[in-house]
């Protein structure tokens, strides 16, 4: 059976399609960051209590997680001091509802907290950000260059690439190393980061906005954010039973021993 015969790019595609494709993603991109630092609202300050409740937490799950490089000592001082400590709430930010913990309470509206609510405020205009240019330029690429073949990748692909590479073009001879418009713009929507990289830094906000909507999740940041309504002593009291729990084994114990012998054998 003969192959398919290859085709022939007008250069044209590549002067008024290709690039111009290109540049106005970078453009809109540096200018989705920039829109973005606009409407970020000043970050405000946070109470020490609240950070101290935060911290807290954060040290138990130090003294589990790490506790075995410290003498056995101070391990279990440490843990008796933190398990009474939450048992105790010397570590909550509100100590009045702690005396009144086993008073019924009404559950907490989460839009009456000021945090919360700006929180969100900034989500949704990062959101509206990228949501609303790249609505744009999809509607733009579809209307003016629907069903254009632009350009053919150098190195071959599977099958399985040519609904990826060659959206919006109906056709199964076509080798699937050539590239369709739309198939273009969502290759440059998620591989301009390095891009966006070195026209405005690595702390950008127009890497396709995965940073935003992720949040730059870390663990530190899980364990310190609260959800509305929860009860921080039930946390604590889960945090107390997880110290609890915890097995101490020291694992430097006779270490230089341990060094010497596995470099001795080695040598």
């Known amino acids: 059976m003969a192959a398919a015969p290859d085709l022939v790019i ?3 595609l590549r002067d ?7 540049f106005v993603m970078i453009l809109v991109g540096v200018l989705r960051h920039y829109i973005n630092l606009l409407m970020q609202s000043a970050p405000k300050q946070q109470d020490a209590l609240a950070i101290k409740e935060q ?3 954060a040290r138990a799950a130090n003294l589990r997680n790490n506790g075995k490089f410290i003498p056995q000592a101070s391990f279990q001082s440490r843990k008796a001091y933190l398990q009474k400590a939450f048992a105790d709430g010397i570590f909550l930010k509100d100590q009045e509802a ?3 913990r086993n008073e019924p ?4 509206n989460p839009l009456s907290d000021p945090s919360q609510m700006d929180g969100m405020m ?3 205009k990062q959101n509206m950000a990228m949501f609303v240019p790249q609505t744009l330029l999809m509607s ?3 209307f003016f260059f629907s069903g254009f073949i632009l350009m053919k990748l150098p190195f071959p692909l599977t099958i399985r690439f040519k609904q990826i590479l060659q959206s919006g073009v109906a056709t199964r001879d076509l080798d699937v190393r050539w590239v369709s418009s739309i198939s273009w713009y969502f290759l440059n929507l998620f591989g301009l980061r390095s891009v966006y990289d070195i026209i405005l830094g690595s702390n950008n906000t127009a890497s396709n906005g995965n940073m935003e909507m992720g949040g730059g999740m ?3 940041a899980m364990m310190a954010g609260f959800r509305p309504g929860q009860d921080i002593y039930k946390i604590f009291l889960g945090e107390a039973e997880n110290l609890e729990l915890t097995s101490y084994e020291y694992i430097l114990e006779n270490v230089e021993d341990r060094i010497i012998e596995k470099y001795s054998k080695s040598s």
């Open 140 to 142: 733009w690429i579809n």
């Open 218 to 220: 870390n663990p530190g």
């Open 55 to 57: 911290q807290s937490l």
């Open 16 to 22: 008024w399609v290709l690039f111009p494709i290109l």
């Open 105 to 108: 309470k009404q559950p907490t």
């Open 10 to 12: 007008d250069p044209g």
């Open 122 to 124: 900034n989500m949704l």
């Open 98 to 100: 702690f005396k009144t």
